[in-house]
Each structure stands twice: as C-alpha cells, then as structure tokens.
C-alpha cells in the first residue's frame, strides 16, 4: 500500500473523493508493488482502484478517463523504486574495481529490470523470475535494456558467477513473444567470449529479431584495484581489429542497424569510426556507440553556421587519452574559423583508476590537478566528467575546486555544437 500526500485540485482523484492521508492498496484487486503500478493504470482508461480511507474503510473506486488525463494523486516513498541488489559475481563488475574513498551510490551493484525501464540500465535478469517477467509483460516494461554476454550457457556462467544465466535467452524468447522490445549488450573479454563465441552470441541474438532490436560489443573495462579479483587480459590492437571486422561483418549480414562495436574498439585498433549513416538511431550511444562521430559531426554542423573571427584566446581542453586523436581534429576545424585561437589539449592519464582506462567520463579532478601546468585562463571539460545533474567528479572535487586549484575558468561542454559555441562566447 501507498499513503496519498498529494491530491490535484480539479484532478479525477479529488472528483472522486480521495484525500491526503488516504492509502492506495491497489489497482483491480491486484496489491500495489511500486510507483509503475501507478503510472501504469494512470495511462489507462478504465480500471478500480482500492483505497482504503484514512477513517478506516475500504472502498472501489472505478475510473474511466480519457488515456491523456492524469488520476493527480502524489505517493509517499514506500513505493519509489529501490534498487534490486545484483546477485552475480562477474569477472569484468567494475565496481569491484573500485578504489575506496568514493561516493558510496557509486558502489551500489543494483541489477533492476524496473530501472532498466525507467533510466536505460543494463541488466542480467539473473534475479527475474516468472511473476517479474509477467508483470514486465502486463505493464509493457519496454524496451529493457540487457547484458547478455555469452550464449554458451558454461562460458555464461564462467563470466557472471551465477547459473541463472544460463535462463537468460528463454527470458528474452518469453518477453520477444510478449512485444518486449530489447536493447542489449555484451561486454567483451578476450579469450573468453570473444572469436567464436561471440559469433555464436550474436547469431542467437538475430534470431530474436525484430523484438532485439540492437546490440552493442564493448571491450572489458580493467582498473588497477583488481586485488584478490580473477586475471583478466585487456583488448588489445589485434583483437579490436578481428572484433570491428567480425562485428561490422555480421551487421552487414543483418541489413546494417543492428549490431556495433563500441568507440573503443576504434580507438584500440586505430581505425576511423564509421560514419553516422552506419549508427541509426543512436540507441546505444550512451553505451559509447557513435559518440566520437556524433561530436565531431554536430561541431562541424555548428560551424557551418560561424563567421570567420580573427581575435586571438588560449583555451585548454581536457579530456582522455582515447579521444585525444578525435578532439585534435575538431580543433583543426574549429581553427578554421578562428585562426588565432590556440588549443592545449590535456589527455590525462588516468592514476586514480590505473592507466589502461582511457576513456574522459571516468577522468577525476585529482588527476586533472595533477598533470594539468601553467593552465590557460579558460579550459573547457566535457560533461560525461561529472555527476548527472552536478558539477561534481567521481573523486568529489567540485568544477569550482577545481577552478580554484588551476585558477581558471572551467567550462562544461556537452558534445561537438556545445564546444563550438563556448570558443565563440571566450572570443567575443
């Protein structure tokens, strides 16, 4: 049940009676479970609701509504989504890789299909079982966003530690013949589910089509803090260019749209990133898929709109070491516009986590302190640097401490347009 603390003036719930203090019990008979309950049937046009008054008596309260009319109740906290503990052990689980001292939200395994939902998280569904998958059915939880990894059901459960997984692929066939729409990934390990395997997996996974609607290969992320952890071995050149070529083969196979190797494998294997044709949609650019084609196109876009301006600036830009070669060529074009404005660019090297994570989004303050000298006035982070909605890094140095340790002022770019737009307002 769910208390009420809020009720809209003029809403269906005060046309129908309910007050603050009233509890929600549930939705045609059924107990209410959490907050997608209640989003649920409020998208409906005709159901009960069982409340039970706060004076004590239990009553049926039956709606019809049009589907764009809101019931205008607020709910307390008991039914907001807490997340679902993971219950693997994955040889690759970085936060397991964690050092100590961070923020403690950021050492929380949560493994949620509601979350997968809400945010796009990727989950396992090691920890689903039948009634979850008929609810994700009956609420039209979709689409999910899942870690598949292997098919093999031994080398599934080598990588994750729990024989659930084994369940995972006649999960996905139950949702696909539901109308689950899924997007999935699989975070590559060498010599373990990469060459064939990972064939294998992906040959599985276009058999579930159109309900699978992407995939996305990523290469296993290592830090330094693996004390105690399994040996895993890095992608390295040669396995990111059999991978891109296995990958970009098999997408082909598919029609194109389908399946992608995540920017680092580009990076790893020194090869261009397709063009944004070959990408689609984007659904999977927050899992690295297009990101470096998506910034430098949309600077480019940007500066088709930039009058050529002579004034002269110093601007410094941080970012990581992978996407050093990426950001040098966005500033060769910016520099055609604005001749004389000279780029520092500062790849960091990554200490905090350990040197083979290369990517800007896991970049903290302490290293940027550390390595960044005779800082220019202006210097501009991307945003994948901080917390969402904050001006915080992962090491807790806030964007103003870190103006206050290099004396500069600290701009926060959100993609290839937004760099162009802070040079133009640094120059003007």
């Known amino acids: ?134 609810r994700i059915v009956k609420l039209q939880l979709s689409p999910l966003y899942i870690s598949v990894h292997a098919f093999t059901p031994s080398i599934k459960t080598k990588l994750i530690a729990n024989p659930n997984g084994e369940k995972l692929f006649d999960q996905m066939h139950f949702l696909a013949a539901h109308g689950i729409r899924m997007h999935t990934q699989i975070v590559m390990c060498k010599d373990l589910n990469d060459g064939e395997e990972l064939k294998k997996t992906l040959t599985e996974l276009a058999k579930l089509r159109p309900s699978v609607q992407t995939i996305a290969v990523v290469p296993v992320g290592m830090t330094t803090h693996r004390e105690g952890l399994s040996d895993l071995k890095p992608v390295d050149k040669q396995c990111a260019i059999d991978t891109i070529k296995m990958v970009e083969a ?28 070959y990408y689609g949609k984007l659904d999977q650019i927050e899992n690295g898929i297009g990101l470096c084609r998506v910034f430098v196109d949309a600077a480019k876009d940007e500066l088709a709109n930039v009058n050529v301006c002579d004034k002269k600036a110093t601007i410094g830009l941080i970012t990581g070491q992978s996407f050093k070669g990426y950001l040098k060529k966005v500033t060769e074009m910016i520099n055609e516009k604005y001749p004389n404005v000279e780029f520092k660019i500062y790849d960091i090297i990554n200490n905090f986590f350990g040197t083979t994570i290369t990517v800007a989004g896991l970049i903290t303050g302490t290293d940027i302190v550390a390595q960044v000298k005779d800082a220019p006035k202006d210097i501009v982070i991307p945003a994948t640097m901080l917390r969402e909605f904050t001006t915080t890094f992962l090491d807790g140095m806030t964007v103003e401490g870190l103006e206050n340790k290099l004396n500069a002022k600290i701009h926060v770019s959100q993609g290839g347009a937004s760099l162009v737009k802070i040079v133009g307002e640094i120059v003007k």
Not at 250 to 269: H, I, P, R, T
């Open 1 to 134: 049940m769910a208390v009420v603390i809020g009720v809209d003036k003029g809403s269906i719930a005060e046309e129908m009676g309910v007050e603050v203090g009233d509890e929600l019990l549930g939705f045609n008979g059924e107990p209410i479970e959490d907050i997608l309950d209640y989003y649920y049937y409020d998208s409906q046009e005709k159901f009960v609701i069982n409340m039970k008054a706060k004076q004590g008596d239990i009553v049926d309260l039956e709606i019809e509504k049009d589907l764009n009319e809101q019931l205008g109740m607020s709910l307390d906290d008991s039914v907001q989504l807490n997340p679902i503990v993971c219950k693997n052990k994955c040889k690759f689980c970085f936060v397991d890789q964690l050092p100590k001292g961070l923020r403690k939200t950021l050492y929380v395994k949560d493994d949620d299909y509601r979350l997968s939902f809400v945010s796009g998280s990727f989950v396992t569904m090691t920890n689903v079982g039948q009634h979850e998958l008929d």
């Open 250 to 277: 098999f997408n082909k196979e598919q029609g194109g749209l389908f399946c992608w190797c995540s920017d680092e494998f580009y990076v790893k294997a020194d090869l261009p990133v397709p063009s944004l044709e």
